[in-house]
């Protein structure tokens, strides 16, 4: 596994962790504040992972310069697809 795989697949663990945490506060009758700090610590951990798999997909994907036309076209779609389905 290459070093930025490496680097992602740290960040997943890391917020498998967060998660645990959020799960021992609801069993654990933690008041509310704490759970949504918990919970926003998350979903910016989610999201800094999704910005930066999304960054990689664009540098290997879009910016190769042996792609065709028709390739760079669907490719521009998928992206398109991906994109609105970050920022739902």
Known sequence: MDK????????????RGQVDSIERS????????E???LLATVRGGINSLM???LEDHIRLHLLSPEKSV?????????MIELVRAYLK
């Open 51 to 53: 910005a930066e798999v």
């Open 4 to 15: 930025e795989k490496q680097k992602l697949v740290a960040r997943v663990k890391r917020i």
């Open 26 to 33: 609801l069993t654990g009758g933690d008041n509310c504040a």
């Open 70 to 78: 028709a390739d760079s076209q669907e490719l521009a779609e998928d």
């Open 35 to 37: 759970i949504l700090m």
